[in-house]
T-cell receptor, first 114, second 114 residues
Framework: AQSVTQLGSHVSVSEGALVLLRCNYS??????LFWYVQYPNQGLQLLLK??????LVKGINGFEAEFKKSETSFHLTKPSAHMSDAAEYFC????????????FGDGTTLTVKP | DVKVTQSSRYLVKRTGEKVFLECVQD?????MFWYRQDPGLGLRLIYF???????EKGDIPEGYSVSREKKERFSLILESASTNQTSMYLC?????????????FGPGTRLTVL
């Protein structure tokens, strides 16, 4: 069984501030973890993914995430927010035993204030 | 680039109508998915297909059926649409390489049932 919890359905930051979006997972087998972003009126697209190689994963648009097994976390960060980062972000978990099916979190809407 | 297309961006139907949502991918992916996206509920898996003519129920299959007659095409069918099926529907595809593969999403179909 697998599940994902995203803490905070809405996060608001000022332009230039640190972005931190939280994701905790539960999985009975080694997980693979993903962050996807959804811009208004679009489908989801991959930001980054953890597949058991390096625990610090760098993605597109300056985002990165660190897999912490002891904390069962995979938080998404970006040092300096840009207005174009305003979107909805989804954390997802899957595994080798789940036939490619992912379980998604409820999403976090990021607002960036000028 | 992987492309996943959905037949309509917006659709308005009446209660009791039969509704077809079509999804086509151009990357020869084995896996295809239909999700429903509602505010605050994230993405919920309706049906999953891992090969032609193969399908598995997801978390919320009630009121829906699917068809996959060709590898590139995955259809979602609402046999008798109801107002509680008003939602955003997202199609996705991925290759069958264990759990590590990214899901590629279409732009979504926003369905309104009156």
């Amino acid at each position: 069984a697998q599940s994902v919890t995203q803490l905070g359905s809405h996060v608001s930051v000022s332009e230039g501030a640190l972005v931190l979006l939280r994701c905790n997972y539960s999985s009975s087998v080694p997980p693979y973890l993903f962050w996807y972003v959804q811009y208004p009126n679009q489908g989801l697209q991959l930001l980054l993914k953890y597949t058991s190689a390096a625990t610090l994963v760098k993605g597109i648009n300056g985002f990165e995430a660190e897999f912490k097994k002891s904390e069962t976390s995979f938080h998404l960060t970006k040092p300096s927010a840009h207005m174009s980062d305003a979107a909805e972000y989804f954390c997802a978990v899957t595994s080798n035993t789940n036939a490619g099916k992912s379980t998604f979190g409820d999403g976090t809407t990021l607002t960036v204030k000028p | 680039d992987v492309k996943v297309t959905q037949s309509s961006r917006y659709l308005v139907k009446r209660t009791g109508e039969k509704v077809f949502l079509e999804c086509v991918q151009d990357m020869d992916h084995e896996n295809m998915f239909w999700y429903r996206q509602d505010p605050g509920l994230g993405l919920r898996l309706i049906y999953f297909s891992y090969d032609v003519k193969m399908k598995e129920k997801g978390d919320i299959p009630e009121g829906y059926s699917v068809s996959r007659e060709k590898k590139e095409r995955f259809s979602l069918i609402l046999e008798s649409a109801s107002t509680n099926q008003t939602s955003m529907y997202l199609c996705a595809s991925s290759s069958r390489v264990g759990g590590t593969d990214t899901q590629y999403f279409g732009p979504g179909t926003r369905l309104t049932v009156l």
